[in-house]
């Protein structure tokens, strides 16, 4: 068997939430996510490090604001692989901004396409998502709340300023949520952006998955 391609997602706010989702590259096996996580900001940098290098994540995209800096020091630990989001209108670009003189890729996307995308993917697959299996307590707690967050990603009626009424995603919480759309995002920057390194023979240790359905509850 391959090795996969490995790609990460990070949300910053109130709470940051990191994911990451592999893909094998035999055509038609679905995404799966291996791996999550809830780090303080404080030790944001510091947590991303140790699964970047420990997970092998080749892309990955984080969101820019509101912790700027963090970002940037996210950024830096992989700079070949690494995409700042920041939302704005009109059609999805990727382009280089420079800052004190460096230069860091940005993406920008709509919030609404994002996690389009993202559930889009999952209807795909019936509403089952791939998920690592719980080893203890600790885990099984983790995984609820990363469902919890997935399952609060819905629209619901908004009014612009305009006057005219579109679905939109409600504002609530959803950081795993985001933090998997992120994911999804570096996998598709990864090959149009030529991130990817060619497939090279290898093995990887056996894990275990289970499909679960994603339910409003």
């Not at 912790?67 to 830096?76: E, K, L, M, N, S």
């Not at 992989?78 to 800052?99: K, L």
Request: with cysteine; glycine share 10%; net charge negative.
């Amino acid at each position: 068997m391959s090795a996969p391609h490995r790609f990460g997602g990070i949300d910053t706010g109130d709470a940051c939430a990191l994911a990451v989702r592999e893909r094998y590259h035999e055509e038609g096996r679905p995404a799966r996510w291996i791996y999550f996580e809830a780090p303080p900001i404080e030790r944001l940098v510091e947590r991303c490090r140790a699964v970047f290098s420990g997970l092998g994540v080749e892309a990955f995209v984080i969101d820019g604001g509101p912790h700027t800096q963090a970002a940037r020091a996210v950024y830096d630990l992989n700079p070949d692989g690494g995409f700042i989001w920041r939302h704005t209108e009109g059609e999805m670009q990727a382009r280089d901004v420079s800052f004190l003189g460096v230069e860091r890729r940005h993406v920008r996307m709509n919030r609404e396409d994002l996690l389009d995308h993202l559930v889009e993917e999952f209807h795909e697959g019936a509403g089952r998502v791939l998920l690592p299996s719980p080893r203890d307590t600790g885990d099984e707690a983790l995984l609820a709340e990363v469902e919890r967050h997935l399952m609060n990603l819905r629209k619901k009626p908004r009014i612009r300023s305009s006057g005219e009424t579109v679905l939109a995603y409600e504002r609530n919480e959803n950081h795993f949520g985001f933090a998997c759309a992120y994911a999804r995002l570096a996998e598709s920057l990864a090959q149009s952006e030529g991130v990817l390194a060619p497939i090279a023979g290898g093995t990887v240790t056996p894990q275990v998955f289970e499909h679960r359905m994603l339910k409003r509850r």
